[in-house]
């Protein structure tokens, strides 16, 4: 079974420092990895998509890491900003020989960021 | 540039009572469209997809259903609402397989 698990479930930080996302997965096979910020009531929105071969990809003060051989990523924050309180939800796509693919969701990483 | 629009933003229904949400798409054509529900501290999950007009899959089976009458048009609707229905409506849309592009969600309250 497909599935994919994030921590921790909930951060605080303060403001300024970093911090690191962590997400675990057991997809096969294996598309692409995605994260994902998600403000209170608001839709997603993509922060980085990884395919297989890439292992690192920085987005601003967002960098997701992707490890294909041990099937974890994680999601480093620099420089934390109040603005990046929000949860974090990393998405593994698979795909099928018939073109079709699908999407496992983790939970998500709760990160408040406080003065 | 393509933006996605669903409506209502909030919603407060009766137990019972009917539901419709709708979502729609612009700058782009044949999307691939997806309904997603989040409950409160969980993850989403996807309900339905649709590849084309008239071509709905479902992923969970309950008293909800989709429709898609127009190519960029996609409706949630439910005949009776349950107090399970409850939740953070997302509408998504995507033109292939690596990129999902997310509405702005509809919060729904049954009561």
């Known amino acids: 079974k497909n599935q994919v698990e994030q921590s921790p479930q909930s951060l605080i930080i303060l403001e300024g420092k970093n911090c690191t996302l962590q997400c675990n997965y057991t997809v096969s096979p294996f598309s692409n990895l995605r994260w994902y910020k998600q403000d209170t009531g608001r839709g997603p929105v993509s922060l980085t998509i990884m395919t297989f071969s890439e292992n690192t990809k920085s987005n601003g003060r967002y960098t997701a890491t992707l490890d294909a051989d041990t099937k974890q990523s994680s999601l480093h924050i620099t420089a934390s900003q109040l603005s990046d309180s929000a949860s974090y939800i990393c998405v593994v796509s698979s795909t099928s020989g018939a073109g079709s693919y699908q999407l496992t969701f983790g939970k998500g990483t709760k990160l408040s960021v406080i003065p | 540039s393509q933006t996605i629009h669903q409506w209502p933003a909030t919603l407060v229904q009766p137990v019972g009572s009917p539901l419709s949400l709708e979502c729609t798409v612009e700058?782009?054509?044949?999307?691939?469209l997806y309904w997603y529900r989040q409950a409160a501290g969980r993850g989403l999950q996807l309900l339905f997809y649709s590849v084309g007009i008239g071509q709905i899959s479902s992923e969970v089976p309950q008293n909800l259903s989709a429709s898609r009458p127009q190519d960029r048009q996609f409706i949630l609707s439910s005949k009776k609402l349950l107090l399970s229905d409850s939740g953070f409506y997302l509408c998504?849309?995507?033109?292939?397989?690596?990129?999902?592009?997310f509405g702005p969600g509809t919060r729904l309250t049954v009561t």
């Open positions: 998504a849309w995507s033109p292939g397989m690596y990129e999902q592009y």
């Open positions: 700058g782009t054509s044949n999307p691939n």
